[in-house]
Nanobody, 129 residues
Framework: QLQLVESGGGLVQPGGSLRLSCTAS????????IGWFRQAPGKEREGVSC????????NYADSVKGRFTISRDSAKNTVHLQMDSLKPEDTAVYYC??????????????????????WGQGTQVTVSS
């Protein structure tokens, strides 16, 4: 019933771009903050970006700031992650995740994996020449 599905991953050369999408089924994302996380082989899952339920606040990891852009498309129940100027170190499985937020928190988001309740299966991003 509650499912998130990522898409848009693939193989790209350094400096290239990809746009990832996260689409929810079985529930609406209007009251959920959405986070993007990634995990490379042998490394822990790390936060990449997040967007508040209102869409009014976004955060980025220092390693991707200025290169990645997160956005919401409420009509399609989807969140996107535009990834530009990709580097080999961006290679990882990328996951989207959702957490419902109370009214007092709908204007902000955090990038801590343990805060998120619903997770997609991930999409592979490989940056290589």
């Amino acid at each position: 019933q509650l499912q998130l599905v990522e898409s848009g991953g693939g193989l790209v050369q350094p400096g290239g771009s990809l746009r990832l999408s996260c689409t929810a089924s079985g529930f609406t994302l209007q009251f959920y903050a959405i986070g993007w996380f990634r995990q490379a082989p042998g490394k822990e899952r790390e936060g990449v970006s997040c967007i508040s339920s209102t869409g009014g606040s976004v955060n980025y990891a220092d390693s991707v700031k200025g290169r990645f852009t997160i956005s919401r498309d409420s009509a399609k129940n989807t969140v996107h992650l535009q990834m530009d100027s990709l580097k080999p170190e961006d290679t990882a499985v990328y996951y989207c995740a959702a957490v419902i937020t109370p009214g007092s928190s709908r204007g902000s988001c955090l990038m801590r994996p343990l805060l998120y309740d619903y997770w997609g299966q991930g999409t592979q991003v490989t940056v290589s020449s």
